[in-house]
């Protein structure tokens, strides 16, 4: 039952690639033509907990566009669902948490236990879409970050700034570590459960670490992705996105984690200097890049791997592809990774 | 007539110090219940164009809060107005520019002359201004950046990811140049043209750049950012301010500006050992910050100045002021900066 191609997980390893793998983060939906079918007929929480659904949409870009990974189609925010907190996605304009997160009693509201049990329909969806991709390539599991989730649980919507979830932090940093272990005692028993249930790898995103200081980071983020990538990367390799906290990678290379998340305001030069040859590191093609002109892309791409190497990367947007990225030009991306030709195995 | 504080000029000349100069991006509105008040009397545009009103919102912070600086009230929007395009600006919704530049007869239809009379009412409030100051601190004049500016001009509006903006420029990089360069022009006159009527020093917000690599803030940014210092700088000091390009630090810190503002994603120890010697930085402080217990708020403000030194150094937030932040709060941090007592002369 060997993965047919288990070029992630090699990368991830360390261990020598022919090439260096390909996925793309937010690859499932959006932009896919076959997704916005369904997102007609299904809304968007039935998508995500409905396994078969769930399944399909991951498996679409594995077959439409030839990435060597699925990524389980989900959201960073069942987390706070399972801790009991309502959550509402309206489409196309982010989520509302009705009820936000103020007081001591509010945390101590938020159940911790059963999550397993709270989130069987994501355990679900991998196991269907571990079977349904027959080994064909690597499926990755995932959550959002600590940090990431407080924005969101205390904020109660997205946010320019975050200046409320800040706030609360700085004014009241007692409950806002409370609030951040608990959330990261859920998360670790999510992802240990989504390796159970069939994940090949996890990547926990903080996708607003970088609206914190380094000092910030130090404090709200940083010992809550350690926490994390310790627990897990005994049952699976751990990927860290914090994106935009260019300044935390000399320390989070340091860390159990294997993989290394990189958003595109570093060159890969930048990326590789700042970090430790142990970590694998993965990104950082700027999402509106895919607008470009397919010759423009695959120059670009070609580039971004002579920047990163071909060994202990895997090529990757910088953050989420965006919903208006043409099919093509998305598997322009793909094949032009592929297509590296200037392979060097170490 | 020798102004009576004159510190800010003095920290951008890299002249020695009593203490670091002080003052806040966005201090003229918003948070103050005064401009509040001018808000539900005057629309945006009618305080931005009538001289009397606009002096009388830049002058509140000096007034009320002791900053060591006015900055002009007005917007970076003028710039595109003043070329003929139209914008809107909703209150709190912010600006909507309902037809965008797509086509070289866009570009061929914008105006660049006679910016010091289309933007005579800038001129007028600064005149006004200078006078009502009665040379109590110096007048600080603005305008943005050519690349932010054309992230305006092409999405329409604001956006996460100016995604629209981008695909302009990656697909027709010949008429994103013509644009930056049209743009360019008009800036250097128009901040001329505000260094005659008034302003001490003018400062140049380039808010979107962060939303560029290193690679395409090089081509679509930098060059311009660039002329504008060189053309500018003989007639007073210039401040860039590349929110979010700390990569781009080293190299700003070389060209002819005289100052740099940084955001809080560094810490002032890393914007040190990033920048020449010569220029003198600004910022950094989270606005999110302001939002923190008072005692908190000063504690932090003295680390800051720790990290920067006093000398050759402007106190300042690392972005705008937000609209909840309490007067006292901004106050707090005003007088954390005038109270830090531990001045060595360099």
Chains 1, 2 share one sequence.
Not at 92 to 119: A, C, H, M, S, Y
Not at 172 to 181: D, G, T, Y
Not at 212 to 223: C, G, I, R, Y
Not at 256 to 284: F, V, Y
Request: aromatic share 8%.
């Amino acid at each position: 039952m060997s993965l047919k191609n288990d070029l992630l997980l090699r990368a991830l390893k360390g261990e020598n690639v022919e090439r260096p793998p390909v996925w793309m983060m937010r690859q499932a939906g959006r932009y896919l033509p076959d997704y916005i079918k369904l997102r007609e007929k299904y809304d968007f929480f039935t998508r995500v907990e409905t396994p078969e659904l769930a399944c399909e949409i991951t498996l679409q870009p594995v077959d439409q566009v030839g990435v060597d990974a699925a990524i389980i189609f989900s959201d960073i925010l069942v987390i706070p669902q399972a801790m009991g907190m309502k959550v509402l996605m309206e489409e196309g304009k982010g989520p509302l948490l009705p009820t936000t997160v103020k007081t001591q009693q509010d945390i101590d509201n938020l159940f911790t236990d059963d999550v397993e049990n709270r989130l069987g329909y994501v355990m679900n969806a991998l196991s269907l879409t571990k079977k349904e991709l027959n080994n064909r390539v690597p499926l990755i599991g995932f959550a959002g970050a600590p940090w990431t989730l407080l924005c969101y649980m205390v904020e109660g919507k997205g946010s320019k700034t975050f200046d409320k979830a800040k706030q609360f932090c700085f004014t009241q940093p007692e409950l806002a570590h409370q609030l951040l272990q608990k959330i990261t005692d859920v998360t670790i028993q999510y992802l240990k459960a989504q390796v159970k249930a069939g994940a090949d790898t996890v990547q926990v995103f903080d996708s607003w670490s970088g609206m914190l200081s380094p000092a910030d980071f130090k404090t709200f983020a940083q010992p809550y992705l350690l926490q994390i990538a310790d627990a897990v990367s005994t049952d699976a390799p751990v990927i860290l996105f914090p994106k935009g906290s260019w300044y935390a990678l000399p320390e989070l290379s340091k860390s159990s984690a294997s993989g290394l998340g990189i958003d595109w305001s570093l060159t890969p030069k930048m990326a590789r200097e700042m970090t430790d040859n142990s970590i694998t590191l993965q990104g950082n093609f700027d999402p509106s890049k895919l607008l470009s002109p397919i010759p423009e892309i695959k120059k670009e791409v070609h580039k971004m791997i002579d920047g990163f190497g071909t060994q202990r990367y895997i090529a990757n947007l910088g953050h989420g592809i965006l919903p208006n990225v043409p099919v093509d030009h998305a598997k322009a991306f793909v094949d032009a990774v592929k297509e590296y030709n200037n392979v060097t195995v170490a």
